[in-house]
């Protein structure tokens, strides 16, 4: 199973970016999925996770109301929209699968597989 992530860039605070991340290899459609992102010197964390139906959705409380996943099940695509974004969000942002998952979670040692991650960066 791989993870192709996509979509970082460098915006200034109050702007919006959209990331991607495409699942492939040998993988059915029933999994879960997440993104993680982690700062210079800081711990990997929890940002937000869907449920194999796309319907079950969970957030960090740090980006609830700014932050909005999604997933093309068709596609096998994760998306994770980033609105009024602010310096605080800078970070290494990954997408990772939970293939056994029956809710979604925050817990990174519940993912199987991890991306690459993409770099965000929002300047003041």
């Known amino acids: 199973v791989q993870l192709q992530a996509s979509g970082g860039g460098l915006v200034q605070a109050g702007g919006s970016l959209r990331l991607s991340c495409v699942a492939s290899g040998d993988i059915s459609s029933s999994y879960n999925m997440g993104w993680f992102r982690q700062a210079p010197g800081k711990e990997r964390e929890f940002v937000a996770a869907i449920d194999w139906t796309g319907v079950r959705t969970y957030y960090a409380d740090s980006v609830k109301g700014r932050f909005t996943i999604s997933k093309d099940i068709a596609k096998n695509t994760v998306y994770l929209q980033m609105n009024r974004l602010k310096p605080v969000d800078t970070a290494v942002y990954y997408c990772?699968?939970?293939?056994?998952?029956?809710?979604?979670?925050?817990?990174?040692?519940?993912?199987?597989?991890w991306g690459q991650g993409t770099q965000v960066t929002v300047s003041s």
């Open positions: 990772a699968i939970d293939i056994c998952g029956v809710i979604p979670t925050a817990e990174p040692n519940d993912y199987d597989y």
